[in-house]
């Protein structure tokens, strides 16, 4: 057997990575029908590698312009089922605008704006939420980013997000991250996250009145790279300080 050709083969098409993947994955999911996982699982990996070849091949876009949002638009026609778009169709559209540096995070990306872009909370965007979205999102000034963000927070459009429109938008967050990471998020895993975040809303909330006003949003931003609030507003190019 001559061996150097099959290394160089091996090498060349990544497959020790693709089977470190594979069994990193199997190890993680523990399946009871591993053959009928592995399947899935290439299938995915597929889908994903003719994603990435389809998005090198396209020519660039400035997706500021107006005519990058009617494009967008048109594909929002065209994805839409009774004129809407579910998270499944949303992140098809918006797929090609961000820059995938890695796949993990772009898709984490790409769900935390959904969560956003959905403001009535229907787990669909409307033509008015993803054409009013897209326009903050490509075209706003960092202020009207922040608070468009914060607005995606506030379910009742009060001004304040409470602790409970807080747990609830994170654990979309985390319900959206789990199923990209291939499993559930499990109740007490959620309700360890739960509780974290119950003390992070409290040292948030400055004033010590039940909720979080844009004020002390924009100063959690700011202050802190690692506050969940951050996660929100990095989705929408904002910069976390100190990186």
């Keep these: 057997m001559d061996v150097e050709p099959g ?65 967008l638009q048109s594909e929002f026609t065209r994805l839409s089922v009774d004129k809407v778009l579910h998270r499944e169709q949303f992140l098809q559209v918006l797929n090609e605008c961000l820059e995938e540096k890695d796949h993990h995070e772009h898709l984490l990306q790409l769900n935390t704006i959904f969560d956003v872009f959905d403001r009535d909370r229907s787990g669909t965007v409307d033509i008015s939420e993803f054409t009013s979205g897209l326009r903050i999102l490509f075209r706003g000034t960092d202020e009207q980013k922040l608070e468009f963000a914060f607005s995606g927070l506030n379910y009742d459009h009060d ?40 003390r992070v809303f409290k040292g948030s909330d400055t004033d010590a009145n039940g909720s979080i006003d844009i004020a002390e ?19 929408f190019g904002g910069v976390a300080p100190g990186r």
Excluded: N
């Design 7 to 71: 290394a160089a083969y091996l090498k060349s098409h990544q497959i020790p990575q693709i089977f470190e993947r594979l069994v990193a994955q199997l190890v993680k999911s523990k399946p009871s029908d591993p053959l009928e996982f592995l399947g899935d699982l290439l299938e995915k990996m597929q889908q994903q590698e003719d994603a990435a070849a389809q998005a090198a091949a396209r020519p660039e876009m400035d997706f500021s312009t107006a005519a990058a949002i009617e494009h």
């Design 159 to 198: 001004g304040g997000v409470t602790v409970s429109e807080f747990l609830a938008y994170f654990k979309h967050y985390f319900m959206a991250k789990s199923a990209i990471d291939g499993h559930k998020l499990e109740a007490m895993r959620w309700r360890s996250i739960s509780d974290h975040l119950r």
């Design 217 to 235: 949003f924009a100063a959690a931003v700011k202050r802190d790279p690692d506050h969940p609030f951050t996660l929100i507003w990095q989705s």
